[in-house]
């Protein structure tokens, strides 16, 4: 049996980290052979710290054999400290008549604070991951603080974006959804988000002739994987939690699987037009455990992608310009 790893989350009493942690103690995250030490962080307010020992109870009692303990805590210091993952899924949340400037600024804070812990007194190999809203730009925020830590270690979740669009397709081709590859996720976790239909495939034969409705996947198909979470709300009254989980449970156990091709928001380097110093989702491949290579040769060349690109990477430097004074 290998040695615990520390698993570092943040928003551990909310509505995705109560769907996530049993996942990661489970062994899904890390796999069957790799036990865990979970550090659970939360805000110092009472009725948070007392919903996570009670989450943690709970934790207990399902006596998973991979959980090898629990810190239960209110400050980064102690949470972050040694963390081999950092899964950062709190975030402050938008509050009536909030403006997106003030919700990016704010955001900006918790994630100032919480890049320069992790790069101070996480592990050596520390790895990064942010769910929290508006997860690209946090994700920047949190590596330009970093120093220790080069900016690949910082990663935004669009993998919920990815598994999403690959069952609206298997849906409209009336398929089992593992016939359904190469789908991927450009751009902003947000509904500007471009799943590039052409490059998918149903049963290895290309997506648009399956479908064969070029209407459909242009003006229904990328709307609604766009609008997905705000569709959830409105049947649920509570915005998406156990599929963000399993999202989450995906982009880190295919980020540590070599060979895996997935989506994921990293710095784009300036691959496909995005610009340079944004965190953009992407396909990847994982090279070796958290390490990967982004895949740069995906034809985006059609009108259809150009604006769409255009259109998502606009909105991530709009964001980076509302935040640009807590940078670096
Ligand atoms: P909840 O409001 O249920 O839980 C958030 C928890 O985070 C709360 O318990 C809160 O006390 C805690 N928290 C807030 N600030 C913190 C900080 N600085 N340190 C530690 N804990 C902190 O929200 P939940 O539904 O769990 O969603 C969490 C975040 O995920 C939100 O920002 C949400 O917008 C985002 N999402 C991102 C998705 C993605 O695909 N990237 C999809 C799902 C989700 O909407």
């Given amino acids: ?41 939360e805000i110092p307010n009472e009725k948070a710290m007392k919903a996570l020992e009670g989450v943690a109870m709970e934790l207990d009692d399902c006596a998973f054999p991979l959980l090898k303990g629990m810190v239960l805590t209110d400050s980064g210091e102690v949470g972050f400290k040694d963390a081999n993952w950092s899964l950062l899924v709190g975030a402050k949340p938008r509050g009536p008549g909030m403006e997106r400037a003030d919700l990016l600024k704010g955001n900006g804070v918790i994630f100032t604070a919480q890049g320069e812990i992790i790069d101070r ?14 997860a690209n730009t946090n994700t920047m925020i949190a590596a330009s603080k970093a120093k220790r ?18 069952a609206q397709l298997a849906k409209k081709a009336g398929v089992d959804l593992t016939t359904v590859e190469d789908i991927y996720i450009w751009g902003n976790h947000s509904p500007s988000m471009y799943p590039a239909f052409r490059h998918a ?15 459909w996947l242009e003006n229904e198909f990328c709307p609604v994987v766009g609008k997905r ?8 009254g509570l915005s998406s939690a156990a599929s963000a989980a399993n999202a989450l449970v995906d982009h880190v156990h295919d980020l540590m699987t070599p060979g895996k091709v997935h989506s994921i928001a990293v710095k784009s380097e300036g691959a ?7 965190w953009a989702g992407m396909p990847v491949r994982t ?15 059609d009108a259809f992608s150009q604006e769409k690109i255009a259109a998502t990477n606009a909105e991530l430097v709009g964001e980076r310009e509302m935040v640009a004074e807590m940078l670096g």
């Fill in 1 to 41: 049996m290998n040695s615990p790893i520390r698993v570092a989350v943040t928003g551990a009493a909310g509505q995705i980290g109560y769907a996530l942690l049993f996942r990661i103690a489970s062994g899904a995250m890390f796999g069957p052979d790799q036990p865990v030490i979970l550090q659970l962080i």
């Fill in 121 to 134: 007194v996480a592990a050596e190999d520390a790895r990064v991951a942010v769910v929290g809203n508006p």
């Fill in 149 to 166: 830590l080069t900016p690949d270690r910082f990663t935004a979740m669009v993998r919920l974006d990815q598994n999403r669009a690959q």
């Fill in 201 to 215: 495939t149903i049963g290895g034969k290309p997506a648009v002739d399956v479908i064969n409705d070029n209407a």
């Fill in 229 to 236: 979470g705000a569709a959830i709300i409105a049947a649920r």
């Fill in 272 to 278: 496909y037009g995005f610009d340079p110093n944004v």
């Fill in 287 to 301: 090279t070796t455990p958290g390490s990967y290579e982004i895949l740069k040769d995906y034809d985006l060349s």
